[in-house]
């Protein structure tokens, strides 16, 4: 009886309206994935051992307390950063990037860490002092999160450093700005956008920025990844042309039809129709997130669990921009839907705090009948 009483405990702590959107939409991933992957049974397969992992750690990482989940945040923001300069020093290469660190059994990403590890580390930083922050707070905040960025832009990544900037932005937003301070950030962003593109972005990255503007001036080179995509979006019409049915992956058309490019698969097979109920899914797993985010108990709570949810908002806006051609590629994944364990069990660890951080629900008691 004790034992279940100790289960029913762990499982009191998850959100079930969560769970169920995260479930739906890790079955729907999984069963896009078996067609982009040309009907691969060891793909989604390993999958599956996959979202087995992150389920776990999700499970876990929600019956970690608030005060707990504080008292971690330095040492694992230390880890992270302790970890990206190891990278830049005898980091794995791959695909002309230096991203992995190889153990021999496994290779990871210490740049996924950061993607917990920022945010926490603001929200640790704000949670100790008054609210709305100061000018001094946003400077010291806004170097927390640049760090990271700067280690991992370095890589390079873009993709995931936008995704770690995102992150800790989130938490000062949160935090509370003036309009003012809003806005004059606003003004500056065409500034800094050109001087990332003329001296903080690789030459291939530079390529894609134009490519966005126009991809038919090079329909075979650095165009052909968007013009494809469009084409498979397109061609799913209303309903779409079935499952495991879509000539653009079938026929390989399609670049990383696995990964970056799986909406492309998912919108060939099941049209409009089938987007729309997919975008709702989403909408419907950031309300709820965010919902949760306003019952965390403290401060750290509801910084952490406001930005957790947003980035997950920021991963599905930049992959469907991406692949539809209103952003630059950038490799980011589409969440929970595209293949890859590190970023399943990144994502399914951030639901984990979130339902966590929130105000705990009372534990079963089995009272006597007096």
Known sequence: MDILSRVFRWFNQLDLILMSGLVILLFLGSVTLYSASGENYAMVSRQGLHILLATIVMLLLSQVKSKTMQSWTIWVYGLGVLLLILVMAQGHIGMGARRWLDLGVFRFQPSEIMKLAGPMMVARYFSDRPLPPSLKDIIVALCIVMLPVLL??????????????????????????????????????????????????????????????????????????????????????????????????????????????????????????????LLSLYVFIIWRSLYLATQGKDTFSRLLGGSLALTFFVYLFVNTGMVSGILPVVGVPLPLVSYGGTSIVTLMAAFGIIMGLQKRKRDYRHTPHT
């Open 152 to 277: 991992i832009v370095k890589q390079p990544d873009l993709g995931t450093s936008l995704l770690v900037a995102s992150a800790g932005l989130f938490v000062i937003y949160f935090a509370g700005l003036s309009w003012k301070l809003i806005i004059a950030t606003l003004s500056a962003i065409p500034v800094g956008g050109y001087f990332l593109f003329h001296y903080g972005m690789h030459a291939y990255q530079q390529q894609r920025v134009l490519t966005l503007f126009d991809p038919e001036s090079n329909r075979l080179g650095a165009g052909y990844h968007i013009i494809q995509s469009k084409i498979a979006i397109g061609s799913g019409g209303v309903y779409g042309k079935g499952w495991t049915e879509g000539d653009q992956s079938r026929l390989d058309f399609l670049p990383e039809r696995h990964t970056d490019f799986i909406f492309s698969v998912f919108g060939e097979e099941f049209g409009l129709l089938g987007n729309i109920i």
